[in-house]
């Protein structure tokens, strides 16, 4: 198939026929997670297919990378649980539009890049937690309702179930070592539907799950006070949809440059989710962000482009319009078994191979995320616990490094060099390494290979310099960055040391 330039992308060719059979693969996948998270949330089943319909369509036209899927996941869907049970679905419609208000503000302000901030062991137990919740929601789908009661299949329905399973697993296996011209998985889909159809075996199907039919999204205005008491309900819960939101969003984002080897726009991205959740707010939409198990069933299907995201979006539309009695017939057998083969591909199998070779704290901080993401269904929490623990680790590290090497000169003045940065964490160590008493009368610290960080950078060094003082000496300051002088400047109210002007000295950030 001959390559052509997107019109979305210019900078980017695409093969149609890989993002048309990626799309309709991708819906197909979609339509029974989205309508489970709206029954599990209280909300009507199609709110789900309506966040499915409009956070695909919108973000796969703007959003920061192609080849991204968004709809109605659960990672936002489970913050408005409690909104639902205590104010309504008029509540929760507003929340999803002020959420999406605040991922717009987060994009236009540029604050998408923090995302960086997320350490490789972070992201490593981040994708392996979600690697087991792929596949231990797919588990679910092996239980029934009886009498009112959720029970697990047994005999007939057990084993066609597990065959089915199998069936579809054996397909999306072997099938690429035939051709890779048409989407393993959605050849997996469409064989095991041929042969549920033909042997009218008795199975699970998708209308088990809610009915799919309906019409066009309405457009609907939140009913609800508009006053100060209303805020204060639905901005909390706002906040942390929007949160949650933008950190599944922005990790997928990064790891779908990992796999693609290009470059997403984080800010980009978070301007389009906001603008999906403010009209999922208004069209009866469940709310949603980027959906990470979908994103590796459209990668692993050939797309790289906008299209695909644009074709799942619009078939879920024309199955919720016209579709409804074809794809309510769909085995659920099917599905569950794409999305196993999606845990497995989600999973960091490489991180077992360096695992032995990874710093202690970096194996505990990656188990430890994995082990929230899996146990709390929290993806935000889980990765911010992760950078919060990783970050301490660091400071504690890096507060080891200061150093100190002193020496007299020839007029009798003692020299100390400090190596190392001089922050909140390391301010202890660089207080002991001065010995005020035995000191000559003047003392030069060099900052060459050092830098002030912070304010308790200042604080120790105005203590030091007090202490000095008291003990009839003088201490100079020398070799310090641009920067590092003007905190210093910006702190004169607190601090009065002297400074040794050098205008030989060139540090890299004065050259950026």
């Known amino acids: 198939m001959k390559k052509v330039y997107n019109l979305f992308d210019f900078s980017q060719q695409v093969n ?39 956070a695909g369509l919108i973000t796969a036209v703007f959003g920061g990378r192609p080849g991204m899927v968004s709809g109605g996941a659960g990672a936002t869907v489970v913050v408005l649980i409690a909104l639902m049970r205590s104010n309504g679905l008029e509540y929760v419609l507003a929340a999803v539009a002020l959420a999406g208000v605040f991922q717009i503000l987060i994009g236009v302000f540029k604050l998408g890049k923090f995302i960086r901030l997320v350490p490789q062991p972070v992201m490593y137990g981040f994708v392996n937690g979600l690697a087991v919740i792929i596949f231990m929601s797919q588990l679910e789908q ?20 597990l065959g089915l399973v199998l069936l579809t697993i054996a397909i999306v296996v072997l099938f690429p070592k035939i051709t890779k011209a048409v989407p393993a998985s959605l050849v997996a889909i469409i064989v095991v539907f041929v042969l549920v159809l033909v042997f009218n075996i008795n199975t699970k199907t998708v209308q088990d799950i809610a009915s799919v039919q309906g019409g066009f999204p309405p457009f609907h205005i939140p009913q609800i006070p508009l006053n100060f ?16 939101g933008l950190t599944e969003g922005l990790l997928t984002l990064n790891l779908v440059d990992e796999i693609t080897g290009t470059r997403g726009n984080g800010n980009r991205e978070c301007i389009a989710q906001g603008a999906s959740n403010i009209t999922n707010g208004f069209f009866f939409g469940m709310g949603g962000c980027p959906m990470i198990a979908q994103t590796l069933v459209n990668l692993s ?9 644009i074709i799942a979006a619009i078939t879920i539309l024309l199955i919720i319009l016209f579709g409804a009695p074809v794809i309510g017939r769909l085995p659920m057998a099917a599905l569950v078994g794409v999305m196993i ?43 911010l616990v992760g950078v919060i623990i990783s970050a301490l680790v660091f400071a504690w590290e890096s507060a080891k490094r200061i150093r100190a090497r002193t020496y007299i000169d020839e007029n009798g003045i003692k020299h100390y060099e400090i190596y190392g940065p001089l922050f909140f964490g390391s301010v202890m160590n ?60 910006n702190a004169e109210a607190v601090i009065d040391v002297s400074i040794i002007e050098d205008p030989t000295y060139r540090v890299a950030v004065d050259q950026q």
Not at 142 to 161: A, D, H
Not at 229 to 244: G, H, Q, R
Request: hydrophobic content about 50%; glycine content about 6%.
């Open 16 to 54: 149609y026929k890989n993002e048309i059979l990626a799309g309709l693969t991708v819906a197909m996948t979609m339509i029974p997670e989205s309508l489970s998270f709206a029954i599990l949330a209280g909300f009507p089943p199609l709110m789900g297919l309506y966040a499915a319909f409009i």
């Open 142 to 161: 092996f239980k029934t309702l009886i009498n009112g009661e959720t029970v697990w299949l047994q005999g007939s329905s057990l084993y066609i179930m």
């Open 229 to 244: 008491e209303t805020l204060k309900i639905i901005a909390p819960y706002s906040m942390i949809v929007a949160a949650v």
């Open 301 to 309: 299907a050939g797309s790289r482009a906008r299209l695909s995201g």
């Open 341 to 383: 083969m999606v845990a497995f591909g989600t999973f960091e199998w490489a991180s077992f191979n360096i695992i032995n070779k990874m710093p202690r704290h970096d194996i505990f901080i990656g188990i430890l995320v994995a082990v929230i993401t899996v146990l709390l269904h929290n993806l935000a929490l889980a990765v």
């Open 430 to 489: 660089f207080m002991e390494k001065f010995n005020i008493e035995s000191d000559p009368k003047q003392i030069i610290i060099d900052f060459k290979e050092s830098r002030v960080s912070d304010m308790s950078a200042i604080d120790a060094l105005n203590n030091l310099t007090k202490k000095y003082s008291e003990s009839g000496k003088i201490v100079e300051l020398k070799h310090l960055s641009a920067d590092c002088r003007e905190l210093l400047r």
